[in-house]
């Protein structure tokens, strides 16, 4: 973490690039899927609720781009697809986890926030 205030605006501008491509919520699932085995892309669909054939897809490749994800073409018919982690995307599997496990223990303090946030927002227009 910055130390100050001006090293924080620094660092805004070094890391924002980076974390626009793997802090999206669909990057974070897809890379947290494949930590622990390749999948097809008809498997990622099933297991990533809500996302789209589009999303995925555009997903996936912008994962391969970044080195995170590897692709590859498996000789069935009809020919399929299997996406890895790579050890680059592997690395993130510790941040991710921190995260998850962040998100189920303040997750219901985060929804009784909203909860008091929207309620104080109706009694105003009230």
Same mark, same amino acid.
């Not at 990533?48 to 054939?53: K, R, S, Y």
């Not at 912008?62 to 790579?86: D, F």
């Given at each position: ?16 690039? %980076? ?7 669909? @990057?974070?699932?897809? $890379?947290?899927? #494949?930590?622990? !085995? ?8 099933? !297991?990533?609720? +809500? %996302?789209? &054939?589009?999303? #995925? ?5 912008? #994962?391969? !781009?970044? /080195? ?11 020919? +399929?697809?299997?996406?890895? %982690?790579?050890?680059? +995307?592997? @690395? $993130?599997? +510790? ?7 962040? =998100?189920?223990? &303040? /997750?219901?303090?985060? @929804?009784? =926030? ?6 104080? %927002? ?5």
């Amino acid at each position: 973490m910055p130390a100050n205030s001006d090293e924080a605006l620094v660092n805004v501008y070094q890391t924002r690039p %980076i974390l626009d491509q793997i802090a999206n919520k669909w @990057s974070i699932l897809i $890379l947290t899927v #494949l930590c622990y !085995r390749p999948a097809r892309f008809n498997e990622l669909m099933r !297991r990533l609720d +809500g %996302i789209t &054939h589009k999303a #995925l897809a555009d997903a996936l490749k912008r #994962l391969e !781009r970044n /080195g995170l994800v590897n692709r590859r073409i498996l000789a069935t018919t009809p020919i +399929g697809v299997e996406y890895s %982690i790579t050890p680059l +995307g592997n @690395s $993130l599997k +510790g941040p991710f986890e921190a995260l998850y496990d962040w =998100a189920t223990t &303040h /997750g219901p303090a985060l @929804s009784e =926030a909203q909860r008091q946030y929207d309620d104080a %927002i109706e009694a105003v227009k009230e």
